[in-house]
């Protein structure tokens, strides 16, 4: 049989004590689970952006439509609207929460109801002052624009310069309002 010597014995201890005291340490601490945070929702006003830019482009698609000969005119405004919001798509890209949102159905559900629950709400809100225009109508598709125009433009003015992406959304929304003021010159 091995004889144990002092030092085994002791090292034995050692570990069994150091055993014990972990497991009594570890029976007596709660565990902590961390939760995961989804990441902030992107800015309203980007997504309202977005969100005039697709009725306005709807607007378009109706007015167009309603024309049998295609004016090229309101076809190039229309590429223009698209193109906004192509490129709105892409600067709430830097956006965590807006990829998150996208990929969620119900997400999409919602903003789904949301968009055409908007749409119906778009030709009561002509400015003051102004007869209401006939959806499908090149007036109406001016007021519309002049709408969007003003909103984008408060949206510009209003954005935070301490904001991660102010540096992109700033200009890129001064450019949409200045361009939709461009488009109310040519519809009006």
């Not at 007021?143 to 125009?149: P, V």
Request: charge should be positive; hydrophobic fraction near 45%.
């Amino acid at each position: 049989m091995a004889e144990i010597t002092r030092r085994t014995l002791f090292n034995r201890a050692l570990l069994a004590s150091a055993l014990g005291a972990g497991s009594l340490l570890g029976l007596t601490r709660p565990v902590r689970h961390r939760v995961a945070v989804p990441p902030p929702p992107p800015p309203a006003a980007l997504t309202a952006a977005l969100d005039r830019q697709q009725r306005l482009l709807g607007a378009y698609d109706q007015v167009l439509a309603g024309q049998p000969a295609r004016p090229v005119a309101l076809t190039a405004l229309r590429a223009d609207i698209a193109a906004h919001g192509d490129a709105l798509r892409a600067v709430l890209e830097r956006y965590p929460g807006w990829r998150l949102a996208r990929a969620s159905p119900s997400a999409s559900a919602s903003a789904a109801a949301s968009g055409s629950a908007a749409e119906s709400s778009t030709p009561s809100s002509s400015p003051a002052g102004e007869s209401a225009a006939l959806p499908g109508t090149v007036p109406a598709l001016a007021s519309a624009t002049r709408t969007a125009a003003a909103a984008t433009a408060k949206a510009c003015l209003d954005w935070p310069a301490g904001e991660a992406n102010a540096a992109q959304v700033v200009p890129l929304l001064g450019s949409i309002a200045a361009c939709l003021s461009t488009h109310l010159q040519v519809l009006t």
